[in-house]
Antibody, heavy 121, light 111 residues
Framework: QVQLVQSGAEVKKPGASVKVACKAS????????LHWVRQAPGQGLEWMGW????????YNAQRFQGRVTMTRDTSFSTAYMELSGLRSDDTALYFC??????????????WGQGTLVTVSS | QSVLTQPPSVSGAPGQRVTITCTGS?????????VSWYRQLPGTAPKLLIY???NRPSGVSDRFSGSKSGTSASLAITGLQAEDEADYYC???????????FGGGTKLTVL
């Protein structure tokens, strides 16, 4: 079955970087964009950006420009999201999600289990 | 503030029908971008309930239905059950922001 499995929880100090992995299985990795979404404690969902696993092209939300890097390793069907310059308000549960889109439609049919990133001195 | 506006909370008794609204603008829902809906339990990943405004993925109960009109969309849940207690989010695309947007989420309480 289609599955996205993420790497484990991380604790980082302010100013450090974190790299979260998202391993896909059960489908052709190159055929679906992967998006990253985060959720701060007690807050709603915040979209961060996407990676095209086929071309490695990426696009990030404006507020993360310059701080987030999305990569992939097709040999391992794994996508990565690296966030630098961590601040306390980056403490959140980070999700990867597989996207379907065509025309005016875009939705996320499969989600990873989430990776908790805690930023604390 | 979220680009899509949802009521913070709704409630209903078992067996009743509730609706959750999602209000956008002319750069997202009103620009004919479709709306999807997700359910989320605390500390877990969101689960897709509705895509393309009114389509249910395989395995999702027909108690859930979606609709869209103008710059707003709605999720209706009929025959409320205790296990429907969760947070619900709407999602669309915004052409001005050139990105995916979510509603702020609605907490459903079954009385």
């Amino acid at each position: 079955q289609v599955q996205l499995v993420q790497s484990g929880a991380e604790v980082k100090k302010p100013g450090a970087s974190v790299k979260v992995a998202c391993k896909a299985s059960g489908y052709i990795f190159a055929n679906f964009y992967l998006h990253w979404v985060r959720q701060a404690p007690g807050q709603g969902l915040e979209w961060m950006g996407w990676i095209n696993p086929d071309s490695s092209g990426t696009y990030n939300a404006q507020r993360f420009q310059g701080r987030v890097t999305m990569t992939r390793d097709t040999s391992f069907s794994t996508a990565y999201m690296e966030l630098s310059g961590l601040r306390s308000d980056d403490t959140a549960l980070y999700f990867c999600a597989r996207a379907y889109f065509y025309g005016q439609r875009l939705w996320f049919d499969t989600w990873g289990q989430g990776t908790l990133v805690t930023v604390s001195s | 503030q979220s680009v899509l506006t949802q009521p913070p909370s709704v409630s209903g008794a078992p067996g009743q029908r509730v609706t959750i609204t999602c209000t956008g603008s002319t750069s997202n829902i009103g620009a004919n971008y479709d709306v999807s809906w997700y359910r989320q339990l605390p500390g877990t990943a969101p689960k897709l309930l509705i895509y393309g405004n009114n389509n249910r993925p395989s395995g999702v109960s027909d108690r859930f239905s979606g609709s869209k009109s103008g710059t707003s969309a709605s999720l209706a849940i009929t025959g409320l059950q205790a296990e429907d207690e969760a947070d619900y989010y709407c999602q669309s695309y915004d052409s001005s922001l050139t990105g995916v947007v979510f509603g702020g989420g609605t907490k459903l309480t079954v009385l």
